[in-house]
């Protein structure tokens, strides 16, 4: 397994569409143990393909806390959200240590292909669920930042960009 370079805004990767997934073969499996290496390494509880240079709708996650539940989704789609909305804190790899509030739907139904190409159906709520919705939002060119108030993400790209002129004068 491989660490991958993580992308970070503003990459335009990270703003495209992922494209579908034709076939699961040897090459994506490797890469969603590359995505889960990674993944573990930054450290996150999720991670997009987009988010490693991949523009291919590939999910991994892992909220457990001994981080050993992974979950490698393939052409994810949420088929189901609640009505009750949360709000809680999101950061993201790809705006390093940037955190603010957003609301989500407490629990969603997530339909995908596992590594093997078998369909599978998972639901999901809590931080699951808002893991799940934070990737599949990567792979819709969406960052958490842009379900913030236009206030609320300034002030998140004017922190990060203070942050990347303190490491870079270090």
């Not at 990270?14 to 450290?43: N, S």
């Not at 705006?95 to 998972?122: H, I």
């Amino acid at each position: 397994m491989a660490v991958l370079r993580i992308r970070e805004y503003p990459d335009p990767i990270l703003k495209r569409p992922a494209e579908p997934v034709d076939r699961i073969d040897d090459t994506v499996r490797r890469l969603l143990d590359d995505m889960l290496e990674t993944m573990y390494r930054a450290p996150g509880i999720g991670l997009a393909a987009p988010q490693v240079g991949v523009s291919k709708r590939i999910v991994v996650v892992d909220v457990s806390e001994q981080k050993n539940a992974p979950l490698r989704l393939v052409n994810p789609r949420i088929t189901w959200r609640s009505e009750i909305l949360v709000a809680a804190e999101e950061g993201c790899l790809s705006l390093p240590d940037q955190y603010a509030e957003v609301k989500r739907p407490e629990a969603v139904e997530v339909v995908y292909l596992d590594e093997c190409g078998v369909e599978r159906s998972l639901e999901a709520e809590g931080l699951l669920a808002r893991c799940l919705q934070h990737e599949i939002d990567h792979l819709d060119g969406i960052l958490f930042i842009d379900r913030l108030s236009p206030l609320k993400r300034s002030m998140v790209l004017r922190r990060l960009t203070k942050a990347r002129r303190l490491r870079a004068s270090a």
